[in-house]
């Protein structure tokens, strides 16, 4: 499953403190690791820093005193940061990376991370664009800049493999100049980056762990993890659709909407603490 949001200023705190070195020490969240020719293009590789990330969503240079694009104000609004795509494994891959010895987690681990880059490296390569020119009318090919975050737990505290690939808006292109990313793209591609996600996500696990990827409407699950666990671990899906019965309403655009106004902030607990209570 993909799913994509516009962020706001301010938001890369929620992402750097689950990311915080120490904190990862204690047993929370990955750190997070760039991806991307723009990134690459920057000097950026391996583990996200707190300012070189700051910096880049405001528009500056990670290292450097300048501004990688034009800083304009608008009236109600400032620079938009970059937008957050959620790249989430099928609730029977969670369940089964909880259930898991260290081993194979990290294989899962590795499985949906390789599916997560499949997918971005498509957006990059065939979708996005950076707009040139007097009026912004030429478009070329754009480098991605992207901060990814992989989580492990929903907002209830239920197993939920997941990243935030944080597309910032600021790139590089061919000649190494930098702008700003045109986002319309994104939108239009979600539906086939989140099936090439899912895709390499199935063949991944099939490849490395030899699991069984059995469609399920337009997603997979892992054959043979129980039906009757998978529903005692997906308390957040059960807020929403408690959600939606209330309402009487049943559509996609229903379903966003309730997951929005059942929202919680999510709590720190250490993976080894949740790991024992799911045991």
């Not at 400032?78 to 260290?102: I, M, N, Y």
């Not at 049943?250 to 209570?277: D, N």
């Amino acid at each position: 499953m993909l799913s994509i949001g516009a962020m706001k200023g301010g938001q890369q705190s929620y992402y750097l403190e689950l990311a915080r070195e120490d904190y990862y020490l204690k047993g929370g969240e990955s750190f997070g690791l760039w991806h991307g020719q723009g990134a690459s293009d920057l000097g950026l590789s391996g583990v996200v820093k707190d300012e070189a990330l700051t910096r880049l969503l405001e528009g500056f240079h990670p290292t450097e005193d300048r501004s990688l694009i034009q800083q304009q104000q608008y009236k109600d609004r400032t620079h938009q940061p970059g937008w957050d795509l959620t790249f989430s494994a099928s609730k029977s891959v969670s369940v089964l990376w909880s259930q898991a010895d260290e081993a194979t987690k990290n294989t899962l681990q590795a499985a949906h991370f390789a599916a997560v880059k499949a997918a971005l490296n498509y957006l990059e390569e065939e979708i996005a664009v950076t707009r040139k020119g007097k009026g912004g009318v030429d478009k070329e090919p754009a480098r991605l800049i992207v901060a990814t975050f992989e989580h492990h737990t929903s907002r209830a505290q239920d197993p939920q493999l997941h990243t935030h690939a944080l597309v910032l808006n600021a790139c590089t292109d061919a000649n190494g100049k930098t702008g700003t990313l045109e986002s319309k793209g994104l939108y239009q591609a979600k539906m086939a980056a989140g099936a090439i996600y899912r895709a390499e996500l199935a063949f991944q696990l099939e490849q490395q762990l030899r699991l069984t990827a059995e469609r399920k409407e337009s997603v997979f699950e892992i054959a043979g993890v129980s039906e009757s666990l998978i529903a005692e671990m997906s308390k957040r899906r059960a807020e929403i659709e408690k959600a939606l019965a209330e309402g009487g309403y049943s559509s996609a655009a229903a379903a966003e909407i309730a997951a929005f106004s059942t929202r919680q902030t999510k709590g720190h607990i250490a993976q080894k603490e949740l790991m024992s209570r799911a045991k």
